[in-house]
């Protein structure tokens, strides 16, 4: 396939990829397409690219449709170079042309392809471009299913420009879903469980962001452009990321040991941080708390955050008699991290981590997020010198993330 007019100055310039490559430790049984968009307007300009490997052939097939010269933007929604890795090749033909994308998204290309010295338009939640004739809308929508992505809205043809987002997995040479000879809302779904799952709560945002547009046709960049009933595709985000009920019955345990406060004001911001998320929370100060009362809530808990700041190397307080107790305690399955505030080493913190690995649960870490969600970020264990107001900051955002993977797991 070359390329398709799928709409009035719209045209598919895509790739079918029928081969079961590997991608995110997964084989893509059904293979994929990577759907890229031209909108041939006065200011044309290109939605997103094709797979990195492709790009030779991608520009051939553009080049048929338009002289990439005569680009004006190249609006790149996710930087994943499933998408963006033709976005080299296109640059260097399309001289003329801004790169259109969230501040993220331009740091990141930039590095990525050493696109230093081209001309980006950094877009944010609710910017219109004009492409002459058309009208572009843009929403940021972090996380689904990395940080930097957003969708783009076609305002006066009423369509969305999604990226990953909708997307199936699925090689088919019909662009559209009323022309799906065999099933696939199955892989659409499944495609959902596998890259957007683990956002769920990001999901439901989107959701609620996109709530306000009229949308006639979903074209995402992997698989069927929705033309036919795109609002039951939106339902099916709705009904997989709704999590009200399991919201309802999330509890968490945080406790701490202090000297002079700060472990103590730690906790208060990973409590607002948890409570963001929307998960109960029961807070413990050790030095006014029975262990067995503690235990008991932390058996009864998805979750506990154990505190302590470090005093000559070691944890303070009654920190370590409740760790102890702990190893007698059926865990499986309970997510566990540590925190602290700390003056130069902060050996508490490792050793708390050490008793809750030895105790059964699951440790929340940086790797443990990074596997799950695919969100590289240095939050856990929660080490804070003092009680710096970067650390503070850390902290609620530590709880909030604490909270989603209870929520999400
Ligand atoms: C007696 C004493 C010993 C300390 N030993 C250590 C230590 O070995 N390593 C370290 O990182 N910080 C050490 N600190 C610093 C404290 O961990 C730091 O002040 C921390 O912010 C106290 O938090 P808190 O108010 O929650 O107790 C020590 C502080 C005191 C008072
Ligand atoms: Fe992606
Ligand atoms: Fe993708």
Request: glycine share 6%.
């Amino acid at each position: 396939m070359n390329y398709k007019k799928i709409m009035e100055d719209i045209y598919w310039v895509g790739k079918v990829d029928n081969r079961k490559v590997p991608f995110h430790r997964l084989i893509l049984e059904r293979g994929t397409t990577y759907n890229s968009y031209l909108l041939k307007t006065k200011l044309p300009t290109v939605i997103d690219t094709v797979d990195i490997e492709f790009s030779r052939e991608y520009m051939e097939n553009l080049t048929k449709a338009i002289n990439p010269e005569e680009l004006r933007y190249i609006v790149i929604n996710h930087v994943e170079p499933d998408h963006s890795g033709a976005l080299p090749a296109l640059a260097a033909r399309a001289k003329n042309a801004n790169i259109v994308t969230t501040e993220l998204g331009a740091s990141l290309l930039k590095d990525m392809y050493k696109l230093h010295n081209r001309n980006f338009i950094i877009v944010r939640d609710g910017d219109e471009l004009d492409i002459g004739g058309k009208t572009l809308k843009f929403y940021e929508t972090p996380y689904l299913h990395t940080e930097e992505t957003m969708v783009t809205y076609g305002v006066e043809d009423k369509v969305l420009f999604p990226c990953d987002i909708f997307s199936t997995h699925i090689a088919s040479n019909e662009l559209f879903n009323d022309l799906a000879e065999d099933e696939y809302v199955e892989d659409y779904k499944t495609y959902y469980k596998l890259i957007m799952s683990p956002h769920r709560l990001k999901v439901r945002d989107m959701l609620e962001k996109i709530k306000e547009l009229d949308i006639k046709i979903i074209a995402p960049s992997h698989g069927y452009i929705l033309r036919h009933n795109p609002q039951e595709f939106i339902r099916i985000y709705d009904e997989l990321s709704d999590i009200k009920e399991e919201k309802m019955d999330k509890k968490v345990v945080v406790v701490y040991s202090t000297m002079t406060g700060n472990t103590a004001k730690l906790a208060a911001r990973l409590e607002e941080g948890l409570k963001g998320a929307g998960v109960k929370t029961t807070v413990f100060d050790l030095k006014n708390a029975e262990l067995a009362e503690v235990r008991e809530k932390i058996t009864e808990a998805d979750g506990v955050l154990i505190g302590s700041s470090t005093r000559y190397a070691d944890m303070v307080g009654n920190t370590e008699n409740l760790l102890k107790s702990l190893e007698n305690e059926e865990v499986k399955g309970k997510f566990g991290a540590a925190f602290g505030s700390f003056g130069w080493s902060g050996e508490a913190i490792m050793h708390i981590e050490d008793y809750l690995r030895k105790a059964g649960f699951t440790i929340i870490d940086n790797r443990f997020i990074l596997h799950s969600s695919g969100v590289d970020t240095q939050v856990f264990p929660l080490r804070v010198k003092f009680a710096g107001e970067e650390g503070m900051k850390l902290a609620q955002k530590a709880g909030r993330i604490f909270g989603e993977m209870v929520l999400t797991h």
